[in-house]
């Protein structure tokens, strides 16, 4: 089902003010990207995965948050 831009801007509107005082980003960020989707009526799971392996620059391994092959990376540098 397509969603209109009213129902994106009104359900963008209800994260926003759900998530406007998270503050434990270690602990929340699976269930904050699932909703950030949920958004755009798309199922995270059909698109991204979570934690993927990834080689840094430095050749050690580490870890993408979000990764949605193609197209998007989220990640947080520590």
Do not use: C, H
Not at 34 to 63: C, T
């Amino acid at each position: 089902m397509r969603l209109s831009w009213n129902e994106i801007r009104a359900r963008a509107a209800l994260f926003a003010t759900e998530w406007q005082n998270a503050a434990y980003e270690k602990g929340e960020s699976q269930t904050f990207y699932n909703e950030f989707f949920q958004i755009f009526g798309i199922l995270r799971r059909r698109v991204a995965s979570f934690e993927e392996p990834v080689k840094k620059l430095d050749q050690k391994y580490g870890f993408i948050d979000l990764f949605w092959k193609g197209l998007l990376v989220f990640t947080v540098l520590q």
